[in-house]
């Protein structure tokens, strides 16, 4: 069995740095990762939590838990899970995501949303297979631009 290890991140370091260069281009491939600053921004952001999974001790896996309070409450939604392509399907990604909901529950948020794209279809498994239930709802995008 694997020893997968979740963990929040409080600091950045050059580790984690590093797993973030390597992890985010087999996430997407229209956005770089983030650099040291932006993880800092995000570690101390109080609307994120990020989570980091160790395989075995090295980072394979991370997954963003975002928290901000609305006029209904508060709203939880997991951003940007990812795992690397050598650890997948050794349970990272259930660790990473009940992990969050955990966090979530902590909180005292009620629901916890994500997004998958249909072409993730392993992902989409996972996650039902999870307990999380398709909703019957529109996701729109309007693209802002970026002034150079």
Not at 27 to 38: I, R
Not at 124 to 133: D, E, P, S, T
């Amino acid at each position: 069995m694997a020893d997968i290890a979740i963990e929040i991140a409080d600091s950045v370091t050059t580790e984690l740095v590093e797993a973030f260069a390597r992890l985010i281009p087999q996430l997407s491939k229209s956005n770089p990762p983030p650099t040291a600053e932006a993880l800092a921004d995000m570690i101390a952001s109080p609307a994120s939590v990020v989570f980091i999974a160790r395989l075995d001790g090295e980072i394979v896996g991370s997954l963003t838990l975002v928290a901000f309070r609305i006029p209904t409450g508060l709203r939880t939604m997991v951003e940007d899970v990812v795992v690397d392509e050598a650890a997948r399907g050794t349970g990272v990604a259930v660790a990473l995501t009940e992990a969050a909901m955990n966090e979530a529950r902590r909180l005292g948020a009620s629901t916890i949303d994500l997004t998958s794209r249909p072409s993730r279809v392993a992902a989409n498994k996972l996650y039902q297979r999870i307990g999380f239930v398709q909703r019957d709802t529109n996701v729109y995008r309007y693209v802002l631009g970026i002034d150079d």
